[in-house]
């Protein structure tokens, strides 16, 4: 069988657990060579090739080796998406001109989520936004309560809660899977 798309993948899975031997083949492999353009002869004129030994079958790893690889990538998804939720999150902050990746390394720490999360609860004091930052951060707290003066726009926390909670939903959902890996 050809292996484009995922529709191969049932089909694949049925026949093994049935003990038959199926040949994956990449459909690139056998493009280039000269064969039939309708699925029945391109079936026949597979069989062909594979009984002069012409077709190489794909490497398939055993049934739990593959169960793994599903939730590494399941998992995979998830961090992405997690960090695009801090990418519009730092997006949010700059359109407010709140410049803490300015100050601190990272915003999705200890320190830029507490003031990220005391934010979206409502604080807008600078200067005690400034004392929520962990005492490894090198910048003072002075210089966090600059970075944290801007302009509070209704529309842009509200993306920011959003994205605070799209973040959280991924950060269980990358729990699951770590679980699930377990």
């Given at each position: ?5 995922v529709y191969w993948i049932p089909l694949y899975e ?169």
């Amino acid at each position: 069988m050809q292996s484009t798309g995922v529709y191969w993948i049932p089909l694949y899975e049925i026949l093994e657990e049935r003990g038959l031997e199926v040949y994956l083949v990449n459909a690139r492999h056998t493009k280039n060579l000269p064969g039939r353009k309708s699925d029945v002869q391109e079936s026949q004129w597979l069989l062909k090739l594979h009984t002069y030994g012409l077709l190489n079958n794909s490497f398939q790893p055993v049934s739990e080796i593959r169960m793994l690889r599903t939730y590494w990538r399941q998992r995979g998804e998830h961090v992405r998406q997690a960090a695009t939720c801090i990418q519009r999150m730092q997006k949010a902050l700059t359109q407010m001109n709140v410049q803490l990746a300015n100050v601190i390394s990272d915003i999705s720490g200890l320190t830029g989520q507490a003031i990220i999360r005391a934010i979206v609860a409502g604080e807008r004091n600078p200067r005690k936004l400034a004392t929520l930052s962990d005492p490894r951060v090198q910048a003072s707290q002075e210089e966090i309560a600059k970075s944290l003066e801007g302009n509070w726009r209704p529309e842009l926390l509200f993306v920011l809660q959003q994205e605070v909670d799209m973040y959280d939903t991924y950060q269980k959902r990358i729990a699951e899977c770590d679980q699930r890996l377990q």
